[in-house]
C-alpha cells in the first residue's frame, strides 16, 4: 500500500492559524487531496493539488512539493466548527485514491 | 444534490455469517471503493471498481470480496464475518480520471458493523 503521514492530532485557539503536514512515501500519482470528517459523518472534500504549489479556498489552502514528497493543509480565522479529522489522500488511475491515517483538529475557544 | 447511500447505518452480525453491504450512487460515476476505517488507521481501501464487473483488490482485501452487476450498485460481501471485522465501513464513488479531471470522491455516511 501507499505510506501517507499525518500528525495525530493538533490543537489551536478559535481565531488561528494552523497546519496539518502529509508526508508521503509513493509516486506516480496525478494529485493530493484533503477531506474533512466531523465525529459521525462522512469524509468531504476540501481541497485539490494536481501541481506544485499552493491552491487557495477560502479559509483553506493547500500546498504539494513534489521534490520534498510533502503536503500541506493551512486552515486560516480557525473557528469552532473546523473541529474535525483532516485526511490528505493521493489519487493514482481512473482516481483510484489511498488515504493517510488522519489529523484530529481540536479547536478551543 | 450528489448522492452514495449505504443501506445500513449500524449493523450487528454473528461470526461466521455471510453479510452483504450495499452503495448505490445516483451520479452516473465509472468509480466505487469500499474503505474500512478504523482509530489511528484512517481509510483503508478494501476493494475497488472501475466499471461494472471490474474490480481490483485494495490493501487489505482478505476476507472480504464484492459486487458491481449494475453501474449504481456496489457490493461488499463478508462471507464469513470474524470479529476482527468489526469496524465501520465507507462506500465512495467519484468519476473516472478520463471523463472529468476531477479527483473528488464522495463518500456514504457509512455502516458501523460489530461482529459479535
Known amino acids: 500500500g501507499q505510506s501517507l503521514e499525518q500528525p495525530s492530532e493538533v490543537t489551536a485557539v478559535e481565531g488561528a492559524i494552523v497546519q496539518i503536514n502529509c508526508t508521503y512515501q509513493?509516486?506516480?500519482?496525478?494529485?493530493l487531496s484533503w477531506y474533512q470528517q466531523h465525529d459521525g459523518g462522512a469524509p468531504t472534500f476540501l481541497s485539490y493539488n494536481a501541481l506544485d504549489g499552493l491552491e487557495e479556498t477560502g479559509r483553506f489552502s493547500s500546498f504539494l512539493s513534489r521534490s520534498d514528497s510533502y503536503g500541506y493543509l493551512l486552515l486560516q480565522e480557525l473557528q469552532m466548527k473546523d473541529s474535525a479529522s483532516y485526511f490528505c489522500?493521493?489519487?493514482?488511475?481512473?482516481?483510484?485514491?489511498?488515504f493517510g491515517s488522519g489529523t484530529k483538529l481540536n479547536v478551543k475557544p | 444534490d450528489v448522492k452514495v447511500t449505504q443501506s445500513s447505518r449500524y449493523l450487528v452480525k454473528r461470526t461466521g455469517e455471510k453479510v452483504f453491504l450495499e452503495c448505490v450512487q445516483d451520479?452516473?460515476?465509472?468509480?466505487m471503493f469500499w474503505y474500512r476505517q478504523d482509530p489511528g488507521l484512517g481509510l483503508r481501501l478494501i476493494y475497488f471498481s472501475y466499471d461494472v464487473k471490474m474490480k481490483e483488490k485494495g490493501d487489505i482485501p482478505e476476507g472480504y470480496s464484492v459486487s458491481r452487476e449494475k453501474k449504481e450498485r456496489f457490493s461488499l460481501i463478508l462471507e464469513s464475518a470474524s470479529t476482527n471485522q468489526t469496524s465501520m465501513y465507507l462506500c465512495?464513488?467519484?468519476?473516472?480520471?478520463?471523463?472529468?479531471?476531477?479527483?473528488?470522491?464522495?463518500f456514504g455516511q457509512g455502516t458501523r458493523l460489530t461482529v459479535v
Open positions: 465512495a464513488s467519484s468519476p473516472a480520471l478520463d471523463r472529468v479531471m476531477n479527483t473528488e470522491a464522495f
Open positions: 489522500a493521493v489519487g493514482y488511475n481512473f482516481n483510484k485514491f489511498y
Open positions: 451520479m452516473d460515476h465509472e468509480n
Open positions: 509513493t509516486s506516480g500519482f496525478y494529485g
